[in-house]
């Protein structure tokens, strides 16, 4: 993206599709079975969060994150719609901005103190027991 700055909307688009459809994908009835996340979707996830201009729009929607590592990163203006993230890594990622994220959601993640969270959306128990 740094390369080829007037194609950086493509590279987005093409590289959250590449994760939509590697990553395990939500179907209507649940999770679509598939195998632990791949480190290729790992690391296409890792460029569109290191993306020069953080606000350009970033789909991942209906995407299975969980397990992700996003620690440290900002996902602003990344469409969460439906993904899953359960025992995804947020520690220390600020998600103030990202797109329809709730809080059922991030039931399951790992966050810490230094994760910021969008308006509406509750820091989750840590208590909590996920599968």
Same mark, same amino acid.
């Given at each position: ?56 729009? +970033? =789909? %991942?929607? &209906? #995407?299975? !994150?969980?397990?992700? *590592?996003? /620690? $440290? @990163?900002?996902?602003?203006? +990344? =469409? %969460?719609? &439906? #993904?899953? !993230?359960?025992?995804? *890594?947020? /520690? $220390? @990622? ?38």
């Amino acid at each position: 993206m740094h390369d080829a700055p007037g194609k950086e909307r493509a590279v987005i688009a093409v590289l959250g599709a590449y994760v939509r459809v590697h990553a395990k994908t939500i179907t209507e009835e649940g999770i679509a079975p598939a195998a632990r996340q791949a480190t290729n979707v790992q690391a296409a996830i890792d460029v569109l969060m290191r993306r020069p201009h953080p606000g350009a729009a +970033v =789909d %991942l929607s &209906r #995407a299975e !994150l969980s397990g992700t *590592d996003f /620690r $440290g @990163a900002t996902l602003g203006n +990344v =469409d %969460l719609a &439906r #993904a899953e !993230l359960g025992r995804a *890594d947020l /520690r $220390g @990622a600020d998600v103030s901005k990202a797109r329809n994220l709730t809080t059922g959601q991030i039931r399951c993640a790992l966050v810490d103190q230094k994760t910021t969270l969008p308006s509406g959306v509750e820091r989750p128990d840590t208590h909590s027991v996920c599968r």
